[in-house]
């Protein structure tokens, strides 16, 4: 059903604009530009004649005025925030274009300015129609909003209270417990054992795997620098390591001397190899599949059943946010049984 509609927004001065806006259909037709107006009489009048051409059965001509033309539209306005993001990593850059490029069939063409809240929540409804996981449909949510704030909509439609995520239905999470660490490490390749206990000990983030270097061990005083690419602080992280870990490292990199310490500190490991061994192992071993991730959620649980204070947690794992930290990892591991590092270690050698 043909409707017009005014649409008053501020602007920079101070003052406001009425936007007249219509469709020659339902929903499904799109939204065009009727005009824009200082005065609402104006943008009334506008709107009365736009009406009657509809009910003529007459399409009335979008209008192509300046101010039409200077409104970019969501695909330009996201291409501009982008390469505005200078301050980001490389895999969140990945992360933005793959969260655009699930809105830019859907609203890619549309004025910025005459994007609504109600099209922000049809997005919604259909991610979740195509099986699009909650939580990848509110970071796209998220990424079409920093979008708008970079191009000054405001106020933001893609911030309105009144656009619903789905229900939460993920699972809980659920870290490995020691015995299935170690039966996963007995069935790993050797080159990937001591990567999955530093993960297991650090509570570090696969990454770090790749990133960290030979030059960033401290044996004097036996601990590992995380570098800020692998923290979510963005910013240096060290950690203290276990003595068995310690020892199994340094015999592994060999006398000082020969040492390179640009080399890759796990240099027969890596981030997608091991993910890919753990998944094998488990597999192999009649267990339930865990990931390197899971390491992380183990050592953040084990460090709260232990009484370590959240900020202490927080800090030792590099999570930016406290509250994120005791939500997601109160009481999801009721076994507190370490491994037993010694025992493995000395069990691959013989």
């Avoid at 695909?75 to 390469?83: D, I």
Wanted: glycine residues 6%; charged residues 30%.
């Amino acid at each position: 059903m043909p409707s017009v509609w005014i649409r008053t927004r501020p602007t920079k001065d101070g003052g406001v604009r009425h936007r007249v806006e219509y469709r020659a259909g339902g929903r499904e037709a799109p939204t065009l530009f009727g005009g824009s107006f200082e005065n609402m009489r104006l943008a009334r009048a506008r709107r009365m004649y736009l009406l009657g051409e509809l009910a003529a059965g007459r399409m009335p001509e979008p209008i192509g005025s300046l101010e039409a033309k200077s409104t970019p539209t969501f695909t330009e306005a996201a291409k501009r925030w982008q390469a505005s993001r200078i301050d980001i990593a490389a895999s969140t850059c990945d992360q933005h274009r793959i969260q655009l490029d699930k809105l830019r069939p859907l609203i890619g063409t549309r004025p910025v300015d005459t994007l609504a809240p109600q099209d922000f929540a049809d997005v919604v409804a259909k991610l979740h129609e195509g099986g699009t996981a909650r939580e990848t449909i509110r970071k796209t949510l998220g990424a079409g909003a920093m979008v708008l704030d970079h191009a000054g909509v405001a106020p933001n439609p893609a911030r309105d209270r009144s656009i619903k995520l789905p229900p939460d239905d993920s699972e809980e999470v659920n870290p490995p417990s020691a015995e299935h660490v170690e039966a996963v490490f007995r069935l790993l390749p050797s080159k990937h054992r001591l990567a999955l206990l530093f993960l297991d000990w650090s509570g570090a983030r696969v990454s770090a795997i790749d990133k960290t270097l030979v030059g960033d061990y401290d044996e004097r005083r036996r601990r590992v620098r995380l570098r800020k690419q692998t923290t979510k602080k963005r910013r240096a992280l060290w950690i203290e390591l276990h003595p068995v870990l310690a020892d199994a490292l340094e015999a592994s990199l060999g006398p000082r001397e020969d040492r390179d310490p640009e080399g890759r500190l796990f240099a027969g490991s890596g981030a997608d190899a091991l993910r890919t061994a753990i998944a094998k192992a488990c597999r192999a071993a009649g267990i339930p599949v865990w990931s390197p991730h899971d390491l992380r959620h183990r050592r953040i649980s084990l460090l709260h059943l232990r009484g370590v204070p959240w900020a202490r947690i927080a800090e030792w794992v590099g999570q930016r946010k406290l509250s994120v930290t005791a939500d997601t990892y109160t009481h999801v591991l009721v076994d507190e049984t370490e491994v037993d590092y010694a025992a493995l270690l000395e069990e691959r050698r013989n």
